[in-house]
């Protein structure tokens, strides 16, 4: 059987105030071609299809597209609810959905079976494992004490471990923090990897299909992959490559992976290095962060860029220091006038006019009268 395995497409995610709504649907037609020139029996969505829990109608409208196309193709989707959906809200209709073969699981329920799919070589079982926080595992398993997120984890995938018979072969889809797993800036954080699951609870499975990490990466047993987003949601993963994951599971069980890299319509590009180098660079429409180096103020630094990097999402000044301006910032008895006429030269990179100097010295005397 061959499959697709996705995740986090995070549906309605901005980054700095722009929206990637227009990004991920070129990317999700990607995907969608790849489904049909790898001839694929099946595709996963491991976890967190829309951004936050109740996600703006435009990206409900291009899940609900996405999903047509891909029920037309008369392809099983496999789904799960990751930590950014609400699984409640997602889990509506997931019982009439089956019918198209769309297989929905966001709820934590001790009682769910496996999918059964087939291909010429048999049966193939996949455990859906939506999203467990702790709490959520004790209610449904009945459980008194309190379970940290490495056990709550080895009970639930037990449990569905458990229900596939023996000798067959199975796959696993998770969204969970597995120990050791590289994290990025765009993922919920935990404190003191108090979500850690560790990765040998999924050792009985032939595949595991993790979503939650945004970077492709294997753990562990080369069967146990992060896809990672089919799009950079923070600039600290510029230098990600994003994809999906094609994998064929062969009559014993064994597995072939192949990664397949995704072009997006926009990149996430990071320029640190001086204005001058930076401008002297080809004209971009991808999504830029600069971190500047130039050691003294760069006047009017965001208009100079902006006319070659018209989506300038970030810019910083890395290469300020303290010692660039002027004593006065170090003086404990400075006046408010040394200060201001520090803080212009550090804004402007030059000294204050006479001009404007005496209406600041007005200003000052207006306001101290008051």
């Not at 996405?66 to 193709?73: D, F, I, Q, S, W």
């Not at 696993?172 to 990025?184: D, M, N, V």
Request: net charge negative; proline share 4%; aromatic share 8%.
């Amino acid at each position: 059987m061959k499959f697709i395995h996705t995740s986090d497409w995070h549906l309605g995610r901005s980054i700095k105030g722009q929206s990637l709504l227009d990004d991920q649907a070129c990317i999700l037609d990607e995907i969608l071609r790849a489904v049909d020139d790898l001839h694929a029996e099946a595709i996963i969505i491991a976890g967190d299809v829309f951004d936050r829990g109740v996600p703006p109608a435009e990206a409900v409208d291009l899940f609900d597209e996405v999903l047509t196309k891909l029920v037309e193709r008369k392809l099983p989707i496999l789904c799960i609810a990751g930590n950014h959906d609400s699984a409640k809200r997602l889990n509506f209709g997931s019982r009439l959905f089956e019918r198209s073969e769309f297989f929905l699981r966001t709820l934590i329920r001790a009682d769910d079976e496996p999918i059964v799919l087939n291909d010429r070589h048999g049966e193939v079982y996949f455990s859906l494992l939506p999203y467990f926080e702790p709490s959520r595992v004790r209610e449904a398993f009945s459980i008194e004490e309190s379970l940290s997120f490495d056990r709550a984890g080895e009970i639930f995938i037990g449990s569905a471990r458990a229900k596939i018979p023996s000798g067959k072969r199975s796959v696993a889809i998770a969204h969970a923090f597995i120990t050791g797993g590289e994290r990025s800036d765009s993922e919920q954080q935990s404190v003191g990897g108090a979500d850690n699951v560790n990765a040998l609870h999924f050792a009985n499975y032939n595949y595991v299909a993790l979503g939650h990490l945004h970077k492709p990466q294997r753990m562990t047993l080369d069967t146990i992959r992060y896809s990672g987003s089919p799009l950079k949601y923070s600039f600290d993963e510029f230098r990600h490559r994003k994809g999906l994951l094609s994998v064929e599971l062969g009559s014993d069980g064994a597995t072939s992976i192949e990664f397949l890299s995704l072009t997006p319509k926009h990149d996430l590009v990071v320029f640190e290095d001086t204005i001058d180098n930076i401008l002297a660079k080809p004209p971009s429409s991808d999504y830029i962060a600069v971190r500047l180096t130039d050691k003294t103020p760069v006047l009017n630094a965001r208009a100079k860029l902006e006319t070659k990097f018209p989506n300038l999402l970030s810019l910083e000044k890395i290469g300020l220091t303290r010692e660039t301006t002027s004593d006065a910032h170090r003086l404990e008895n400075a006046s408010v006038l040394d200060h201001f006429k520090d803080f212009f030269k550090y804004q402007t990179g030059e000294e204050m006019s006479a001009a404007e100097l005496a209406a600041m010295v007005e200003c000052l005397k207006s306001f101290a009268e008051e």
